[in-house]
């Protein structure tokens, strides 16, 4: 139990393009889901959190109007990097969790290239 | 916030037991302290969690001291295959919202 999906895995794109990355929990209800970032070599970097039905919460320094998060239901959610430039080549990396309590679990992770 | 701090990097050998020490001097007392493991271009995978004393399950065993300010992974026989990336995460709920903050996490390689 507890299977996130991402999908696309990669996607290659050129720059000024939009790309939507989904993130499904496939087995469970997510009331909440979590969005990272990870560069080469580099730890995990939180950038949002959305709950189902409201509002995403950005981090600091993460431009809501660039990086666009929608979750419309519990086991769906949708990452939007708005006018992509090179320097958004990341791997970018969901995760949901069924209620407060409950741990993280990720998924695989979407590899982001922008020429 | 409860930033945790890890050892950059270990190197083991096939068959040793191998413990991840994380420093979190923060934690808050309704935080909970979970483990992962990352493979490259791959997302972090559960490993074990835990609140306080010692938890163990299949994989692995997370020992927390009374003061919670550090936890120890311990990887009992280490294989080729647990080469990877270790991270040590702690919810930070103390603001009402969700506080994810990964370390650097610990390379561990297992050399045969």
């Known amino acids: 139990g507890a299977v996130v999906s991402q999908h696309p895995s990669r996607v290659i794109c050129k720059s000024g393009t939009s790309v939507k990355i989904e993130c499904r929990s496939l087995?469970?209800?997510?009331?909440?889901m979590f969005w990272y970032r990870q560069f080469p070599k580099q730890s995990l970097m939180l950038m949002a959190t959305?709950?189902?039905?409201?509002?995403?919460?950005?981090e600091q320094g993460v431009e809501k109007d660039k990086f666009l998060i929608n979750h419309a239901s519990l086991t769906l959610s949708t990452l939007t990097v708005t006018s992509a430039h090179p320097e958004d080549s990341s791997f970018y990396i969901c995760?949901?969790?069924?209620?407060?309590?409950?741990?993280?679990?990720f998924g695989p992770g979407t590899r982001l290239t922008v020429l | 916030l409860a930033k945790t701090t890890q050892p950059i990097s270990m190197d083991s050998y096939e068959g040793q037991e191998v413990n991840i020490t994380c420093s979190h001097n923060?934690?808050?007392?309704?935080?909970?302290i979970t483990w992962y493991q990352q493979f490259p271009s791959q997302g972090p995978r559960f490993i074990i969690q835990?609140?306080?004393t010692k938890v163990t399950n299949e994989v692995a065993s997370l020992f927390i001291p009374a003061d919670r300010k550090s936890s120890t992974l311990s990887l009992p026989r280490v294989s080729l295959s647990d080469t990877a990336v270790y991270y040590c995460?702690?919810?930070?709920?103390?603001?009402?919202?969700?506080?994810?903050?990964f370390g650097t996490g610990t390379r561990l390689k297992v050399l045969a």
């Open positions: 995760s949901a969790k069924r209620d407060r309590t409950d741990t993280q679990y």
């Open positions: 087995d469970f209800q997510a009331t909440t």
């Open positions: 959305s709950n189902e039905g409201s509002k995403a919460t950005y």
């Open positions: 923060n934690i808050a007392t309704n935080d909970y």
């Open positions: 835990g609140y306080k």
């Open positions: 995460l702690v919810g930070d709920s103390t603001s009402g919202t969700y506080k994810y903050i």
